[in-house]
């Protein structure tokens, strides 16, 4: 069982890992508000498995270190806290990225998944709901 915690860990880690070195100046550990001149949208590599993998790769690297240590009841602590931090920031995130790219980001969700269990990200329903027939919506 630790054995896995171990791969768990790993994988989440090389996954976090490979997300910031993919995204390089487009990463930030602060969730952007305002749209920066040289902010693009990253889908190749790790972003064209998971949409946030940085994110999925630390929930993962979290949960792993709970099976490594082989504590049942911080496992069940972790995944909830865990869960529940990524589901809002994910959540407020993709808000400002539908806003920064529109119709583009409304693509990407409907074709890459979240990658966290039961997260499914900001609903462009929602988004659709909220921005003007006269938004420019910027194209790839």
Known sequence: MRLSGLFI???GEIL???AILTARTNF???VEISRRPEHILITHGVYSWVRHPAYVGWFYWAIGTQVLLGNPVCLVVYAFACHSFFRARIEFEEMHLLRFFGTDYVHYQNTVPVGIPFVSGYKTQRFVNHVS????VPSG
């Not at 027939?133 to 420019?136: I, L, N, Y």
């Open 9 to 11: 860990c790993l994988l």
């Open 16 to 18: 976090r890992k490979t």
């Open 28 to 30: 930030d550990h602060f």
């Open 133 to 136: 027939p006269h938004a420019p």
